[in-house]
């Protein structure tokens, strides 16, 4: 297995800026060299940085279109890129409109596929829904084929192609979800497991019938678009849109462990941590500490332990 790591040091999709410091924040607390020590050969693309597009007024109330277009557009790009060059790719945010680009990237490289999204939000409002403009709340929009008649065409967007089914995407740990990102939900049929779900099922059985249910119709590579407002502020407080009563440390990483033990993880995206949110340095290591666990759960670090293949003892 192998990572290619790229960065994604963008805040625009949202109004709270630090998020676009995460990328090095998470490289910074040891990522790549606790992959490799893992025995995991790591390709790190460095970060994409994403100069100032300067806004014309207006854009209808919504946040920085041109920008997060042309963001996502070279992020698209980048992830395409990772894909062909053979590695499950690892994007680290900056926020999470940036799963436009990732996602869109990820099916341009492996086509069909299938979305595990675990967020305190289904982030499925479309630009006529949204009552913050904020893009970070409507990444799932744009890649439904299904909503493809309720989003206008924006600047900057064209490029984008419809890549997911409804019927390939499922949502865990939701806990804060608008009104009209309910009615599509069940207007789709699409599997979520909000957090009622983890308290009722547990997360072994939730991430049994997810599995099942993605695996049901054939095995598609597995994109995991994972915000870590996820789990609960208590452990991850450095995130723009903190929701209490949040999946515990242990879940979080459950997802990540399970997932990699499917062995159909194809893309993970870990975004939305906001070092400049936290009021202590502890709560700042807290989220970054979590989101690395979390992504080395991706790669097959186990909680039981690990040893190498050819390990013997001396
Ligand atoms: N539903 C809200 C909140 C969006 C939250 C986005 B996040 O999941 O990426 O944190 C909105 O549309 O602004
Ligand atoms: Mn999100
Ligand atoms: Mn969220
Ligand atoms: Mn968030």
Redesign the pocket.
Known sequence: RSAGVVGAAFCRGQSRSGVEEGPDRIRAAGLLDRLQQRGCAVKDYGNLVFDDVVEPSGGGGLRSVAAVGGANRRLSEAMKAVKEDGHTAVMLGG??SLAIGSIHGHAAAVGQLSVVWV???A?I?TPLT?Y?G?F??QPMSFLLHELQSKVPVLPNFSWVKPCVSAKDLVYIGLRDV?PAEHYILKMLGVKVFSISEVDRLGIARVMEETCDYLTARGKKPVHLSY?V?AIDPSVTPAT??PVVGGLTYREGVYITEHLCGTGLLSAVDLV?VNPLLAKTDQDVQSTVNTAVDLLLGCFGRLREGNHPADYSLP
């Open positions: 926020d999470h967020d305190a939000h982030d409002n949204t913050t904020n970070h709340g608008d915000d407002d723009g849109t939305e």
